[in-house]
């Protein structure tokens, strides 16, 4: 995973949010792995965030570390991702990544995708 940039600062992780990754990286037996954030086309507004294992960085991925948590990146995302803070929220029907991109200028009504 050396061959990927290294860099800090653009995309971070609550500390919430990285003991949940560590704790599904551990239940998947990759405590040293990573983990892979990124968006996809789909939804009413257009993009929705992705997160999901990284088990192999390519050259142009940017690799993060946030709190002992490695997060990739692919370019084209970083274009949309680029100061986000991803935090883990317990609610009491729900539980999940919450994305906190400063670059988001809509969101979709029921949540699930957004514009920027």
Known sequence: MSTATQQQGSITMTERAA???REMLGKR????????????TAGCSGMSYKL?????????????????????VD?????VLNGTLVDFETAQFRSGFKFINPLEKERCGCGESFKV
């Not at 999901?52 to 990739?72: K, Q, T, W």
């Not at 370019?75 to 274009?79: A, F, H, I, T």
């Open 19 to 21: 003991a949940r990754a």
């Open 29 to 40: 037996g990759t405590p040293e792995g990573a983990i892979r954030i990124g968006v996809t």
């Open 52 to 72: 999901e294992f990284c088990d192999s960085v390519a050259a142009e991925d940017r690799v993060f570390d946030s709190h002992g948590i490695r997060l990739v």
């Open 75 to 79: 370019e084209k995302s970083l274009l």
